[in-house]
């Protein structure tokens, strides 16, 4: 029992002395500047060394979590980074000692904080305006398919982000949608696929898309021979093709031969060739055609002396 008293004393003796001894705090980075993003993972935890009287160093040691210390950047930092194109920037502990002695017990006498350098990078915030693509996976009933383009509304948006972010965005796209069985046109409002830093105004786009009924076409066109020099003569069998082909209902009599070009060279008749290929100019086929095809792909001809 004297042992146990005499520790007792003892302790209280040494508690009643003075001790320097490390605690550490969480930090939160707050008043980052409106026209910048913070990009690098400054430190969550600044070491401090303090002197203070035993029981209060006890006290702290005992503490199960720390208020977090609130680093102002603005307040802090704002003379070095306000008004200047850097975007790197070293805030020595000299700039932020007293704050964060401040926000400490007045039991606790700061010697030293570690780190002894904060060290922020930061990026630009700008706006630039991004094209939007439907991102849309489509699955028709028989013999229907898209008779234009998927139109999306607005087709371009503002987005809000770090300047290193945007540069290398090519497009903003929808979330995914999915659809079965299509036979009639749909419009939805959808939302953006979110991109982490980024804002988008709006935030949502309508898309449409045009969905009809194809049904088999056929026209017969008049073969034409490129480069034929004049007063030559030559015959060709036969002198037509048949262009065959699925065409959307609405647009089913707007399609005529005059829309289609087909031709042989009089090259492959002067190189003796003895068939001629029959070339589609794809340049003049109209666009959302389906499955085109013509017969024959070649010919024969006499050229007539």
């Known amino acids: 029992m004297c042992v146990g008293i005499a520790s007792l004393f003892w302790l209280l003796n040494a508690l009643e002395k003075d001790y320097s001894v490390e605690l550490s705090f969480p930090v939160r980075y707050t008043n980052i500047p409106k026209s910048k993003t913070l990009v690098n993972t400054p430190p969550k935890n600044f070491v401090l060394q303090v002197r203070s009287g035993g029981f209060t160093i006890l006290r702290y040691k005992l503490s199960v979590a720390f208020s977090p210390l609130v680093f102002n950047v603005g307040e802090i930092a704002g003379e070095q980074i306000n008004g200047t194109q850097k975007n790197n920037y070293a805030i020595s502990s000299r700039y932020y000692r007293k704050k964060m002695s401040d926000q400490i017990s007045n039991e606790l006498n700061l010697i030293s904080i570690q780190p002894d350098t904060v060290y922020l990078e930061f990026d630009r915030i700008l706006t630039q305006k991004k094209k939007v693509v439907a991102d849309v996976s489509l699955a028709f009933k028989k013999q229907h398919y898209l008779y234009d383009e998927i139109l999306v509304t607005p087709d371009s948006i503002e987005v809000l982000g770090p300047e290193s972010i945007l540069d290398t965005l090519p497009h903003v796209k929808t979330n995914s949608q999915h659809y079965k069985d299509?036979?009639?046109?749909?419009?939805?409002?959808?939302?953006?696929?979110?991109?982490?830093?980024?804002?988008?105004?709006?935030?949502?786009?309508?898309?449409q898309i045009p969905v009809?009924?194809?049904?088999?076409?056929?026209?017969?066109?008049?073969?034409?021979?490129?480069?034929?020099?004049?007063?030559?003569?030559?015959?060709?069998?036969?002198?037509?093709?048949?262009?065959?082909?699925?065409?959307?209902?609405?647009?089913?009599?707007?399609?005529?031969?005059?829309?289609?070009?087909?031709?042989?060279?009089?090259?492959?008749?002067?190189?003796?060739?003895?068939?001629?290929?029959?070339?589609?100019?794809?340049?003049?086929?109209?666009?959302?055609?389906?499955?085109?095809?013509?017969?024959?792909?070649?010919?024969?001809?006499?050229?007539?002396?």
């Open 182 to 207: 299509l036979e009639h046109p749909i419009q939805r409002n959808v939302s953006l696929q979110k991109i982490k830093n980024l804002e988008f105004n709006p935030n949502r786009v309508t898309i």
């Open 212 to 305: 009809e009924e194809f049904t088999e076409k056929q026209l017969v066109l008049p073969i034409q021979i490129d480069s034929l020099p004049r007063k030559t003569h030559v015959h060709l069998f036969p002198a037509e093709v048949k262009v065959t082909f699925l065409v959307s209902l609405s647009r089913f009599s707007d399609i005529q031969a005059s829309d289609f070009r087909a031709s042989v060279s009089y090259q492959d008749i002067r190189d003796n060739q003895d068939y001629l290929p029959v070339q589609l100019d794809q340049s003049k086929v109209p666009v959302q055609l389906k499955g085109l095809t013509y017969a024959p792909m070649k010919i024969e001809y006499l050229i007539e002396n």
